[in-house]
């Protein structure tokens, strides 16, 4: 009874998205406020029947109905409660089953959010939002029906697969993921419906892109931290990220979302760019199709990807149509969105800004190519041609040092302008800062060149940022006596996009160099211990104190009780340990890491011997590691402060270097308070 009542609600949703759609696009076209409001009550309806439909397959996974395939699947009596509920989308029909849940979720957030908005794009950012729902909602009762019934029903199932019900990151990254991937169907939603009603000249289209952009992109932004911080936690290979295609199928939008973030700023302030961030957009969104298609077509090997079947050929056939035909809509406005502004100066942040684009941009085609490459070349030759990280190290390290230099100098310039003598005053602090980050690199060690110049244009950056806080802090104690803690909190809120995007900078830095470090100073060593023994990697050494084994729920662990040691005082507990899940034949790592601001230790138990008289255990010691999910973590709050809405301004406090040459060079000052 509940797959009868979920699929039929499926059923009943696709034909009313079907109408909403239909009855959206009629009144766009005729003025109709009847057929708009038909469109939108369709909408809302069809979130609701989509929204039934999910709770009742949780409501099935937990009650384990083995009547239903996708319960039979992958759900399991012995499997705990969290893994159970979460199974939803360790598989892929309940993978697709939560994508259009989400996606139906944001299409009713933004019709509520934005019912006031002028004009008629909403209307059609709304039939835009139903058609990609109903092509998620074909998948459904079609080739990714989860709801088939099973006969006879079985007494159990297999559970989940056991690498994703190995640690609670599972219940982290792939709701992160598809809240980033179906975000940003609202902003394209708006670029669609801003053409096709032709007020995309007005631009009013960007604010409301905006907002939900940058909520996407924070979801994903978290995504990829929490997906490196799971691989890193429970594959056992002691790395964060392998290009592996479908981590590089999550890169891509982001990178291209990065660039429309940037460049939209650019045509609100310059009039500039309009073509090209209606094709960001564009292809922001068909690179999560992409993505999703990568991951559920089953033709990757891939602990990502899912299954095999002619789903994937659904995917090409709605990321073809998207294309086109947005791209012939983008094409057809083209001659409407010639920018008004141009180049003033070549050194100024709108230029910084379209270098950064560009630089982005290239990035983004590197990985693309390197990971359809080796598709194509086995479809049209039969040939397993294999792209791995030499290929995308080599390609995209020289583009990202750039890319971290650019993100220093951006803030330092005002628009349209430049004053040279105040751009060099501005730039003392972070060359002094660029200077001893070479010094002290090379005093501790750095010699890949990559590395060396990650570290020096990171410090460059960073102090280039934080004077920007600086400074405006030092604005506000002058002109209103505040003490700093109360300036810089203002200073904030009187411009959260601005100071938003200066924290992101920050985040994204402080991972950069945590990357840069944890990759240059990396120790490893593979050995086998009996009881007592030590071992000694970079300075650090550890002992094997006992090997033990114990049952749990659902499976068997066997872990090392390892203790680090500071002669021989013990400073710190490890746990490696091996799990074998009653479904799989195969063991799943699952190391231990002790972190701290320095450095990680993390131990990966290899193989045992049965009696417990040895284990064979990797350690490695990996410097600056744990700045990496504190810089996305950062990354993310910054994300979150810019995505507030602005208030209102109320005052000017002129700054001086930055809003003086601004003002100088004819733009206005930027702090206010």
Excluded at 403 to 413: K, N, R, T
Aim: hydrophobic fraction near 50%.
């Amino acid at each position: 009874m509940t797959g009868l009542i979920a699929i039929s609600a499926i059923q009943v949703a696709l034909a009313i998205s079907i109408v909403g759609a239909v009855a959206l696009i009629y009144g766009g076209k005729r003025g109709s406020l009847q057929a708009r409001t038909i469109g939108y009550g369709a909408l809302f309806t069809a979130f609701g029947l989509v929204t039934l439909s999910t709770l009742a397959m949780v409501y099935a996974l937990v009650t384990h109905d083995f009547s239903i395939s996708y319960v039979a699947q992958v759900g399991s009596r012995e499997t705990p409660l969290l893994f159970t509920i979460i199974s939803l989308w360790g598989a892929l029909e309940g993978s697709i089953l939560f994508w259009a849940f989400l996606l139906y979720v944001f299409a009713a957030l933004a019709v509520y959010t934005h019912r006031n908005d002028e004009g008629k794009t909403l209307e059609y950012a709304a039939a835009t939002l139903l058609i990609i729902g109903v092509f998620f909602l074909i998948l459904l009762i079609g080739p990714a029906n989860p709801f088939h019934a099973v006969s006879p029903v079985p007494d159990d199932g297999p559970g989940p697969n056991p690498l994703l019900q190995n640690h609670i990151l599972m219940a982290v990254h792939p709701p992160l993921l598809y809240l980033g991937y179906v975000g940003f169907s609202v902003p394209f939603a708006f670029a669609v419906g801003a053409m096709v009603s032709g007020e995309v000249a007005e631009d009013r289209w960007i604010k409301s892109a905006r907002t939900w952009t940058i909520a996407a992109w924070a979801f994903l932004t978290a995504a990829i931290i929490a997906g490196m911080w799971w691989s890193y936690e429970v594959l056992g290979w002691g790395g964060y990220w392998a290009w592996d295609p479908v981590e590089n199928a999550s890169l891509m939008p982001w990178l291209t979302a990065t660039a429309f973030m940037h460049s939209i700023m650019v045509q609100e302030r310059r009039a500039m760019l309009r073509v090209w961030n209606l094709n960001l957009i564009v292809v922001t969104f068909v690179l999560t199709v992409l993505g999703t298609f990568l991951t559920r077509s089953g033709i990757l090997s891939s602990v990502h990807a899912f299954t095999q079947g002619t789903i994937g050929y659904y995917f090409l056939g709605f990321i073809a149509i998207t294309l086109v035909a947005s791209l012939m809509l983008v094409a057809g406005y083209a001659p409407e969105l010639k920018s008004q502004g141009k180049l003033d100066d070549p050194m100024s942040r709108e230029t910084t800004f379209l270098v950064s684009n560009l630089l982005l941009s290239v990035i983004c085609f590197t990985v693309l190519l390197g990971t359809l490459f080796p598709l194509v070349a086995e479809a049209v030759r039969g040939v397993k041609v294999s792209v791995g990280r030499p290929f995308f190290n080599s390609m995209t390290m020289p583009v990202i040092v750039v890319v971290l230099f650019l993100i220093g100098i951006g803030p330092a310039l005002p628009w349209r302008r430049t004053d040279r003598a105040a751009l060099k005053k501005q730039l003392r602090a972070p060359a002094v800062a660029l200077g001893a980050m070479v010094v002290i690199s090379l005093v501790v060690g750095v010699r890949d060149p990559y590395a060396l110049l990650a570290f020096a244009f990171g410090g460059f950056a960073i102090a280039s940022n934080v004077q920007e806080f600086v400074i405006g802090v030092r604005a506000r104690v002058r002109a209103h006596q505040e003490n700093a803690a109360a300036a810089l909190g203002r200073l904030v809120r009187a411009n959260r996009h601005r100071y938003g995007g200066y924290l992101a900078h920050l985040g994204l830095l402080t991972a950069a160099m945590g990357i840069a470090g944890s990759s240059a100073f990396k120790a490893e060593r593979e050995i086998t211990l009996t009881p007592g023994q030590t071992v000694t990697v970079a300075g650090q050494t550890v002992r094997l104190d006992e090997v033990w084994g114990r049952d749990e729920q659902g499976r068997t662990a066997i872990g090392a009780d390892m203790s680090l040691l500071d002669g021989s005082r013990v400073v710190g507990q490890l746990e490696p340990q091996q799990h074998f899940f009653d479904s799989s034949d195969q063991p799943i790592p699952t190391p231990s890491v002790l972190s701290s601001p320095r450095r990680d230790i993390y131990i990966n138990l290899m193989a045992f011997a049965q009696d417990g008289s040895s284990a064979t255990v990797h350690v490695l010691v990996e410097p600056l590691v744990i700045w990496i999910w504190i810089g996305g973590g950062i990354v993310c709050l910054g994300a979150i402060v810019g995505w507030v809405p602005r208030r209102r301004r109320a005052a000017v406090v002129v700054v001086p270097s930055v809003a003086t040459a601004s003002a100088r060079a004819g733009a206005p000052a930027e702090v206010t308070t």
